[in-house]
């Protein structure tokens, strides 16, 4: 009997929700057109089936993937999960048919679309989540640490043991605006919870004083003779500089983005 | 004085060395400590110039008693002169580190008094931060030449990366411009290094709780166009410090004009910066593509072409190895192949396992086929319509316009290739891609 394709799955949002949907799809011999989160569904011509996440059933085809496919493959559909791919429940659910029937080799099928379209999405996240571990800016409110971040995939998980890592003996709170997300650091314990709202608290003198010193570092660490905006904008592009402490406008000059170095050179 | 002004001070007088990486180093996060280091290095934010900022950089103390010509810290110019304290500077360094601003410190510094002075200096700012701070974080420091060997590994002990920068590329031009040093100065620091580091990884890998001696290696950096040497004596020397001394980096610095002595290019002289984008796309051969600086250019050839990289070039003066097939290609070979990186050659390897592989998979491997296309088949077809005579294909590597020496805006048009440019350099170095 053919696999039916004319249904539409809702799930929860979950990684456990959407390995039910795998579930789903294998046990009732269907092949969603797509499979959306509530917010996602729109009016469809298909059948929108809802799909309850079911731990059992997760947890069956998360295991599974490692003994027929291989750790690689489910490193592969974690990240993916993690991506602002469209789509990208639908990918994932074609990469594991693809997988199950090629089995170990088949992280290695670069050139197959399939493979390729996750490959692209995760490099894109994991690129963007490596970025935001330096462009990151904490600002220090008592003894709390609190920054901002905007990604386009959902980097926080990506970012959060690199930063607790580093950070051991700190509180801090890093807030995904993007997501409305937040990790939350204390005690050698992080937590990731959503959170709908959050305002960075007023700084204090020393705050504002170490800002002012990390701004002047960064108007003369430039040299003037290589002034290259655009080379700069490739490497650190304009939707991370509204979080950064030394692309804000300075207070006392013109010159919003510190475009040329404040002090002109000692030997100049 | 307040900090303000020592930072501006001391951050303008450090600038000019480039070294701006926080990689080679893989050391995770303790309880009790602050810091971590990562392999791969991060990049904090890119400066006005498109290059990376990593570490703060600055300098102990601008005060120099020698007089290297083509620096801004020498003593016969006439600038204002500070100094930080250790504990200035490391305050600083843990108050930036904390906020996410940095990877760590790159500490470097005029000699005050005396080299083994000045490095004392260097060595009680990196005790402070290393033990009254527990910083875990990244520290590079500079070997000052002239330091007492026992000095030096003290540094070395605390340092993740340490550094003696040759400067001039000959020892004639290093009498001439550096009188305070000479050839010794610089090659005894670098020697002892090499040795420490050597005598280390040996202890490591026999006794697990050794301590480390500046774990992520050795760097120098050159200035290039302040003194006349050519390119191929400035490559043969970085590939002699590959070999011989093990450096993990030679930096390359288009000298910026800051003095008025007539062995020097005048002020207002622009920095040769193509010539200097051209030498780290030879010293990324050197380092990852198994090119010998003698393939790249010769007594006759000594210096870069300015119009294309520095592999297309040779690619077009071996047209004979080419074109090479995809499918079978060893991988020594793929990667001669301009437009093929190392990435992609290893994704060459791995996808030609499942099936030989067509122009466009080679688009989703990442080759750059615009300059690939030349140099290969596909299952023995080349890519449709092209003819390839040396001629034809230098014209359509390099389009119509010819770039102008000195202007790097134009590297746009011979896009300098991706697989020459990724990561690190092109980071570090402020081109465009
Ligand atoms: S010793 Fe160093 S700081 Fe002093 S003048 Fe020479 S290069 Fe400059």
Redesign the interface.
């Known amino acids: 009997m053919p696999w039916r394709t004319d249904v539409v799955y809702l799930y929860d949002g979950t990684l456990q929700g959407l390995l039910t949907c795998v579930f789903e799809s294998f046990s009732c011999k269907e092949l969603p057109m797509h499979i959306y989160t509530q917010e996602e569904c729109e009016l469809s011509l298909f059948t929108a089936k809802w799909v309850d996440t079911d731990e059992e059933k997760a947890r069956r085809v998360w295991e599974s993937i490692p003994k027929k496919i291989s750790t690689r493959a489910r490193q592969l559909v974690l990240q993916s999960f993690y991506t602002c791919l469209p789509d990208k429940e639908r990918h994932i659910l074609d990469f594991l048919r693809l997988g199950y029937a090629a089995g170990p080799?088949v992280t290695?099928?670069?050139?197959d679309e399939r493979v390729?379209v996750l490959q692209k999405a995760v490099k894109h996240l994991l690129n963007e989540a490596?970025l935001l571990?330096?462009?990151?800016?904490?600002?220090?409110h008592g003894n709390v640490?609190v920054?901002v971040i905007e990604p386009k995939n959902y980097a926080l998980s990506l970012i959060a043991e690199?930063f607790c890592?580093?950070?051991?003996?700190?509180s801090f709170l890093i807030y995904d605006k993007t997501h409305k997300q937040a990790l939350v650091y204390q005690s050698?314990q992080a937590v990731i919870l959503q959170l709908d709202s959050f305002e960075i608290p007023k700084e204090g003198e020393e705050e504002l004083r170490?800002q002012?010193?990390?701004q002047?570092?960064?108007d003369?660490?430039?040299?003037?003779?290589?002034?290259?905006?655009?080379?700069?904008m490739?490497?650190?592009p304009k939707r991370y500089w509204g979080n950064?402490?030394?692309m804000a406008p300075r207070e006392n000059h013109s010159d919003a983005y510190?475009?040329?170095?404040a002090?002109t050179?000692?030997?100049a | 004085m307040d900090?303000?002004e020592k930072?501006?001070?001391l951050?303008?007088?450090?600038?000019?060395d480039v070294a701006c990486t926080s990689s080679g180093v893989d050391r995770?996060?303790?309880?009790?400590?602050?810091?971590?280091t990562?392999g791969?290095g991060?990049?904090?934010?890119?400066?006005?110039?498109?290059?990376?900022?990593?570490l703060?950089?600055v300098l102990m103390t601008n005060y120099c008693i020698y007089d290297c010509q083509y620096c801004?810290n020498r003593c016969s110019?006439d600038?204002?002169r500070v100094a930080f304290t250790p504990e200035e500077l490391a305050e600083?360094t843990m108050?930036?580190y904390?906020?996410?601003?940095i990877e760590g410190l790159f500490l470097s510094s005029g000699i005050l008094k005396s080299p083994d002075y000045t490095s004392e200096r260097l060595l009680k700012t990196l005790l402070l931060i290393r033990n009254k701070y527990h910083f875990r974080g990244y520290i590079h420091v500079k070997a000052i030449p002239g330091t007492d060997p026992a000095l030096l590994t003290k540094l070395g002990m605390l340092a993740d990366r340490m550094s003696v920068n040759i400067e001039l590329p000959s020892q004639k031009s290093l009498r001439q411009l550096a009188p305070n040093k000479s050839k010794n100065d610089i090659f005894a620091p670098m020697k002892l290094l090499t040795s420490s580091i050597r005598q280390n990884s040996y202890d490591l890998a026999h006794y697990k709780s050794a301590p480390a001696f500046a774990p992520s290696g050795q760097s120098t950096q050159m200035i290039v166009g302040a003194s006349p040497e050519s390119d191929f004596q400035i490559l043969s020397l970085a590939q002699g410090l590959y070999q011989k001394y093990r450096l993990k980096r030679v930096f390359y610095s288009?000298y910026?004009p800051?003095?008025d002595n007539p062995l020097l290019p005048a002020r207002g002289t622009?920095?040769p910066?193509l010539r200097e984008h051209r030498l780290y796309q030879a010293d990324w051969l050197l380092r990852f593509y198994g090119f010998k600086a003698e393939e790249l250019l010769d007594e006759e050839h000594p210096n870069m072409n300015p119009l294309m990289d520095p592999k297309c070039n040779w690619a077009l003066n071996h047209l004979e190895l080419f074109p090479q097939e995809v499918n079978t290609a060893p991988y020594e070979m793929l990667l001669r192949i301009p437009g093929v990186g190392v990435k992609s050659a290893k994704?060459i390897m791995?996808?030609r396992?499942?099936g030989s592989?067509s122009f466009?998979?080679l688009k989703?491997?990442g080759v750059v086929l615009k300059r690939a296309q030349y140099f290969i088949t596909c299952s023995g077809k080349l890519a449709c319509g092209l003819k390839i005579t040396q001629d034809g294909v230098m014209r359509a590597l390099i389009g119509d316009k010819l770039p102008a020496e000195n202007k790097?805006e134009q590297l746009s048009l011979f896009a300098p290739s991706a697989m020459l440019l990724k990561g690190e350099i092109?980071?570090c170095l402020?081109?465009?891609?």
């Open positions: 080799s290695e099928r670069i050139t390729f490596h571990k330096g462009f990151l800016r904490f600002s220090i640490m920054g690199h890592n580093r950070y051991p003996e700190e050698y170490y002012r010193l990390w002047r570092f960064y003369t660490v430039g040299v003037e003779g290589r002034y290259n905006p655009k080379c700069r490739t490497h650190m950064m402490v030394e510190a475009d040329k170095p002090f050179s000692l030997t | 900090i303000m930072l501006t001070i951050t303008n007088s450090a600038k000019y995770g996060g303790a309880p009790g400590s602050m810091g971590s990562v791969c991060i990049c904090h934010s890119f400066a006005s110039d498109g290059r990376c900022i990593s703060l950089k801004v110019n600038t204002k600083l108050a930036f904390r906020r996410n601003y288009a910026m800051v003095s622009k920095p910066l994704r791995t996808a396992r499942n592989l466009e998979d989703k491997i790097p092109r980071q402020g081109v465009r891609t």
